[in-house]
Nanobody, 121 residues
C-alpha cells in the first residue's frame, strides 16, 4: 500500500504565496504521474497540475503562470508552489499519485486526505 500525506496549507492574503508538499510512503516500487487536485465548496474536484515521472508538466489554465508543480523522486515527494494567489484559489487541495507497490501487478491510483488553502481578499 501507498500513503500520501499533504502539508503546507493555510490562510494567505490575496497576492501571497504558499507551498504545498505531498510525501508518498509505504511499500513503493515506483511512482508514475503525481498531481494536485482541488475542490472548492459546492464545486467538483478539478485537476490543478500534474507532473510525470520524467518531469513533464501540465496545468489548468486558471493557474498557468502562477503555480509550479515539481517533484523529488528520491524523496517520493511532489510540491506545488502557489504564487499571486487569488480568493478563487480557496479550496481543499488533494495530492494524487499513480504508484506501483511491491507485490502488486498494476499501478493503482492513490489520494491524500487533503489540505485546506484559504485565500482572503
Amino acid at each position: 500500500q501507498v500513503q500520501l500525506v499533504e502539508s503546507g496549507g493555510g490562510l494567505v492574503q490575496a497576492g501571497g504565496s504558499l507551498k504545498l508538499s505531498c510525501a508518498a510512503s509505504g511499500s513503493i516500487f515506483s511512482i508514475n504521474a503525481m498531481g494536485w487536485y482541488r475542490q472548492a465548496p459546492g464545486k467538483q474536484r478539478e485537476l490543478v497540475a500534474i507532473i510525470s515521472s520524467g518531469g513533464s508538466t501540465n496545468y489548468v489554465d486558471s493557474v498557468k503562470g502562477r503555480f509550479t508543480i515539481s517533484r523529488d523522486n528520491a524523496k517520493n515527494t511532489v510540491y506545488l508552489q502557489m504564487n499571486s494567489m487569488k480568493p478563487e484559489d480557496t479550496a481543499v487541495y488533494y495530492c494524487n499519485a499513480d504508484a506501483l507497490a511491491y507485490g502488486q501487478t498494476y499501478a493503482r491510483n492513490y489520494w491524500g486526505k487533503g489540505t485546506l488553502v484559504t485565500v482572503s481578499s
